[in-house]
C-alpha cells in the first residue's frame, strides 16, 4: 500500500511563504514523477509544479502564474518532494494535493498515480 502525506499547509498574507512537504511510504520499487496540483475555491484544478526522477538536474515545470515564485525539489533517497511558495498572492489559495507516479512492482515497471489528502493553503489579510 503506497500513501502519501503532505504537510505544511496554513494562513498566511499576501507576500508571505509556505512550504509544503510530501512523503510517499509503503512497498514500492521507485518513484517516478512528482508533482504538486491545487483545486481552487472556484473549484478549478491546476498542476502547480512538476519534476521528474532525474539524479542530479531534474526536469521541472511550473504553472505560468507560479513561475519565479514557487520552487519544487525532491530528495529521492526519503522519497520526499517540497514546494517552496513565496510571494504569495490571494489567487494561490486553495488546497494543494502531492501526487507520485510509483513503480509498484519493479524500476521498470508502468507507473501508477498515487495522491495525497491535500493541504489548505489560505492567502489573505
Known amino acids: 500500500q503506497v500513501q502519501l502525506v503532505e504537510s505544511g499547509g496554513g494562513s498566511v498574507q499576501p507576500g508571505g511563504s509556505l512550504r509544503l512537504s510530501c512523503t510517499v511510504s509503503g512497498r514500492f520499487a521507485s518513484i517516478n514523477t512528482m508533482s504538486w496540483h491545487r483545486r481552487t475555491p472556484g473549484n478549478q484544478r491546476e498542476m502547480v509544479a512538476f519534476?521528474?526522477?532525474?539524479?542530479?538536474?531534474?526536469?521541472?515545470d511550473y504553472l505560468a502564474s507560479v513561475q519565479g515564485r514557487f520552487t519544487i525539489s525532491r530528495n529521492n533517497s526519503q522519497n520526499t518532494a517540497v514546494l517552496e511558495m513565496n510571494r504569495l498572492k490571494p489567487e494561490d489559495t486553495g488546497i494543494y494535493y502531492c501526487?507520485?507516479?510509483?513503480?509498484?512492482?519493479?524500476?521498470?515497471?508502468?507507473?501508477?498515480?498515487?495522491w495525497g489528502q491535500g493541504t489548505q493553503v489560505t492567502v489573505s489579510l
Open positions: 519534476i521528474d526522477s532525474s539524479p542530479g538536474a531534474p526536469l521541472v
Open positions: 501526487k507520485a507516479d510509483v513503480r509498484i512492482v519493479s524500476p521498470i515497471a508502468r507507473p501508477f498515480p498515487y
